[in-house]
């Protein structure tokens, strides 16, 4: 088949690699324009657009995919199927029905579950055991079409986004080939998704990641999992002896116990270091200060001389 792409992310570059190797025609790229990022502000394309033009295929870096000079590009295409991955726009229906057999999309979930931005942050942080990638159709409703393919994956405990995300990234392109493959075979199952079962993964926020230490240890592992390594979980230190304020962001933690402890001992370092928490304690391995690099907390510890009663406090504000 004739395949047209509209992807931004380097979530879809696996993809990109099978479709480019498998025995459809990857005929045309669509993705957002370079946008001004770091210091120097310079246009910098997204990772899809450098794909291209490593592998020597056409890519159009589109505005508003809907307006009528990109309508006009892509029926140009003549496409048979159009693949989204992590495009960033919506979709009209006059881009879609330019295609035979329409649109199909790659999402970050085991849908009807985790409709939206980021679905693999929140089925971490809700402590999910399973996640995977959906195959579905579009339809008017974000994350709503009908199911095609699903490929699943565990949820271990020392996952954080970033690694199922790129967990997840490998997983796709099976997935899509075989589901592309139904569609050209004419045996794909388009099957509804269950209403009532959806659930939601709206797009993260810094402040998702200002925690309340009076949450279990277990639900704040999952989110310092979740949010890593963007919002991160911030909080404020306050040593002991000086009252020195700074913000940490907790990397990677181990959860010590699940007992209730003592409300006024929230957020206190006990006799090993470990933050004290609505119940059960939190053993941090690695922080990042600000406007510092990632560091171990022994080493922390060591240079800021912490001691027992210290405390780590809930951020209240950006």
């Not at 330019?98 to 579950?113: E, T």
């Not at 699940?258 to 001992?265: I, M």
């Not at 370092?269 to 304690?281: A, K, P, W």
């Amino acid at each position: 088949m004739r395949i047209v792409y509209f992807g931004s992310a380097d979530f879809g570059l696996l993809s990109l690699d099978a479709i480019m190797g498998s025995g459809h025609e990857l005929v045309h790229i669509i993705t957002q324009p370079a946008h001004a990022a770091g210091r120097g502000r310079k246009p910098r394309p997204t990772p899809v657009a450098v794909w291209a033009e490593k592998n020597g295929v056409e890519c159009t870096g589109v505005e508003n995919i809907n307006s009528p000079d990109a309508v006009e590009l892509v029926r140009a295409c003549k496409g048979d199927l159009l693949v989204v991955i992590a495009f960033g726009q919506k979709i009209g229906n006059e881009v879609i029905d330019l295609h035979k057999h329409r649109a199909i999309n790659v999402h970050g979930s085991v849908l009807p579950k985790y409709r939206g931005a980021a679905p693999i942050n929140w089925a971490i942080v809700n402590g999910e055991t399973e996640t995977g990638v959906s195959i579905i159709t579009l339809a008017e409703r974000m994350d709503a079409g009908d199911v095609l393919r699903i490929g699943r994956i565990p949820i271990r405990q020392w996952d954080t986004a970033e690694l199922v995300y790129n967990k997840l990234a490998e997983l796709s392109p099976c997935t899509l080939l075989d589901a592309i493959d139904d569609i050209e075979a004419g045996r794909a199952v388009y099957t509804p998704q269950d209403e009532s079962l959806v659930t939601y993964a709206p797009k993260m926020k810094k402040s998702d990641g200002f925690v309340d230490f009076a949450e279990s240890a277990r639900s704040l592992d999952n989110k310092v999992r979740g949010f890593w390594p963007w919002p991160g979980v911030h909080a404020e230190y306050v040593c002991h002896q000086t009252h020195k304020r700074l913000i940490v962001i907790i990397a990677e933690v181990e959860v010590v116990g699940d007992e209730p402890n003592d409300p006024k001992q929230v957020g206190l370092l006990d006799d090993d270091l470990n933050i004290i928490c609505g119940s059960g304690r939190l053993r941090i391995v690695k922080i990042k200060p600000a406007g510092k690099g990632m560091m171990q907390f022994k080493d922390f510890v060591n240079g800021h001389r912490c001691k027992p009663a210290d405390m780590f406090k809930t951020v209240e504000t950006l």
